[in-house]
């Protein structure tokens, strides 16, 4: 179906769009950088298939980030979704179509401790729930159930030049322990990159690995060079201030990687779904704030 040169895609009305195959509409709204991945006859070919047997796509998740929607929807069935980043002015960034998975099993596993964020002050989930869509860590299982935490002020997490770490809120906030422990590891000499650029051969960074009773173990990942306030065997009390948030490792720009998992080994563990003590389960979008007295 061919979509008329007056019809343009928003929020509102994308789900229906898509439905209806009005894919010219869609594509021609879809940035340069992905019309250079995927022609117009592959996207019309693609997204008809994925079309196939649903009725209907409901609005799943969205929330706002530095004044860019990311969006989910899926099928009735929930076996198919859409996730889109979409700007102010409608110009979609990405447009990914995949199977709507879940891991039921490891879904219903909860840590045996209670934990908390590892932060002091009002953050927002940017990655963090229970599927990819709105936690792209979910696809993986060393860490399918981590938390990716920035800090924001009137939608942005940053302020004038976003190529400078101090111009991010996030930057040199101070990270807690996220529940009592011993510390056995700290990894603290690395550099922070440069906004926009990451360090793929040390994807977690400077980081803190605290190990908790029944075997658990937390790790907070993308800290400040030299920031760190432990020591290995150290122990601490949850709340205890541990290091600074920085931009090392596989970051982007400076937030926290919070997850807890069953061994202290974070490239060949099982992430773990996290029991927080409030009761609550953020996920992304959500803003969150330590309630430790």
């Known amino acids: 179906m061919r979509g008329k040169s007056n019809e343009h895609v928003t929020l509102q009305n994308f789900g229906a769009f898509f439905l209806q195959e ?33 009725t209907n796509y409901e609005l799943f998740r969205k929330s706002t980030i530095n004044h860019v929607n990311h969006c989910t929807w899926i099928d009735a069935q929930q076996d198919k979704a859409i996730n889109i980043i979409i700007d102010a002015h409608n110009i979609i960034h990405r447009l990914l179509l995949k199977p709507f998975v879940v891991f ?43 938390y990716d935490l920035v800090m924001m002020n009137n ?18 906030s101070e990270v807690t322990a996220p529940a009592d422990g011993r510390v056995i590891k700290v990894v603290h000499h690395l550099k922070d990159n440069i906004p926009g650029e990451i360090n793929e051969l040390e994807p977690a960074g400077n980081l803190i690995i605290i190990e908790h009773k029944n075997n658990e173990y937390s790790m907070v990942a993308h800290l400040k060079n030299n920031s760190s306030r432990v020591h290995e065997g150290d122990r601490v009390r949850q709340g205890d201030v541990i290091a600074l948030c920085g931009n090392s490792g596989n970051s982007s720009e400076p937030h926290i990687h919070f997850q807890v998992m069953d061994s202290p080994d974070y490239m060949n563990c099982k992430s773990i779904r996290i029991r927080f003590a409030d009761g609550k389960e953020p996920i992304q979008g959500d803003v969150i704030k330590n309630t430790l007295k």
């Open 22 to 54: 009005k894919f010219d509409v869609i594509y021609n709204q879809c940035n340069e950088d992905f019309k250079q991945l995927v022609s117009s006859e592959q996207f019309n070919e693609i997204a008809k298939a994925f079309n196939a047997n649903v």
């Open 155 to 172: 939608g942005t997490t940053y302020k004038d030049s976003a190529m400078v770490n101090d111009n991010y809120y996030a930057f040199n």
């Open 104 to 146: 039921p099993e490891s879904d219903k596993k909860y840590t045996q401790n209670t934990y908390m964020m590892p932060i002091k002050e009002e953050w927002y989930v940017f990655w963090g729930g229970g599927n990819e869509f709105v936690n792209y860590h979910y696809a993986y299982e060393t860490q399918r159930y981590a």
